[in-house]
């Protein structure tokens, strides 16, 4: 059985139920079939204690384009672990995430996923895992 | 040279500058020598699109459990990796994470988080490693 | 359906067919439900250049605790990630490792291993997961 | 100061030294700064219970890799983290371990490790994290 291939505007669409991601202002900029690319555009909110951008922060930035590229064949998929490597701290206006499948079977998917700040230097890496499950995706019917 | 240990007090007005904490509702409980127990009231910004606490959640619970402990010993500290295991989804209305030290030596430090519900399951498990800086903390003047 | 238990003697009859786990001189000294403890007499062949036990050493140790814990419920299991951390230089005669089942759900099941050495400090710790199989265990002929 | 580029040459009599390596059969193949290529024949000695490459053998080679990219520079490093995900079961004749510097500074250096079968295919990937000392590498007077 084939995959589907959602479209950005699809996958918007079913991310857009994602409260998380919208309080924290991430935006799905780029798909393509197992690759996604999302961005933040940082806040004083998103700051440590130090004025850098939070690791939670990174992280939830790299779920979701692990997330983004994951969902991007049309079927539901969840991340089951993430090993993340912070190299530099973030200070620029805008942070982005791009995720790139490395392996897909029926069951598991391994992504690699760079963060990088605005002037393209890597601020963390992260390798993940996404359990596939057998639903289809359902969309929003908004 | 030995190291301080700092008080529940002196650690919540330390991270009392961390916006993104706040932002998310991160509370300190408890700390020790080593160890910090941190936790969250879930509201629905928490959430993802299927109703779940959000992995980014999760994450930025189990990342300040563990900065935390690190700073317990009173030396500044920041996490170089964080490998997350994600197990069960969140659907209680409080969750914890609590962060034991491993190891530690001049340099490098590492730590356990478990992040769990309101009823004691185990959502997810954390390992990370912390880079323990030169400095001691500077306290905030406020 | 009941997973089954095996006994310490049918987990090594299984494993007495790992090959490089015999040429390691991996034991397998003790298995539960979910958990198990194996150890290694450290060699001269085990050591890397500046004369502790090698990364790679401590890796196959705290593998086949994992994976002997992951069969011990009678299932073939298979590890999909393992996140090490290195904390202390193994320089003792014997080493151990002790695999811990945190979760286990009907795919996907979750470890702690902590390799130690001979006086039980630390050496190593690692966070797995293993993918569990829709087969019963084969015990080997033999 | 400058870090010291090491020739493959200089790189492989330093790590003539590891007995481990030698005993697993490992071969470094190319260094250049911040990156270098390792290799093994697979053997009978190799293998699992399955007739696969043994977990710890993939791990051994991937780790080799990063130490020889790590030293490349001319400074001892020992790996303090490494993530390993496991995706496809090796079962060719000879497999190859690729590593790549993504950050380093004083302290801290990144890698990916990437580990292919005869044929390219990815077997395992690998993030790992090495704490590099203040000392050259001494090259080993032999």
């Known amino acids: 059985m084939h995959d589907i291939h959602l479209s950005l505007e699809q996958l918007r669409r079913y991310f857009s139920r994602d409260a998380f991601a919208e309080f924290c202002g991430v935006e799905i900029e780029e798909v393509g079939p197992g690759r996604a690319r999302v961005s933040l555009k940082v806040e004083p909110r998103h700051l440590n204690g130090l004025g850098m951008v939070h690791g939670g922060v990174l992280f939830t930035l790299a779920d979701m384009a692990l997330a983004a590229a994951a ?7 969840v991340a089951v672990t993430a090993s993340m490597s912070f190299m530099k701290a973030g200070m620029t206006d805008v942070i982005h995430a791009e995720a790139r499948e490395v392996s897909r079977n029926r069951r598991l998917a391994t992504y690699t996923v760079q963060v990088t700040d605005g002037s393209g230097e890597a601020l963390c890496l992260c390798q993940g895992t996404a359990y596939i499950r057998a639903e289809t995706l359902q969309e929003s019917p908004g």
Do not use: F, I, L, Q
């Open 71 to 77: 969902h991007s064949r049309g079927r539901s998929a």
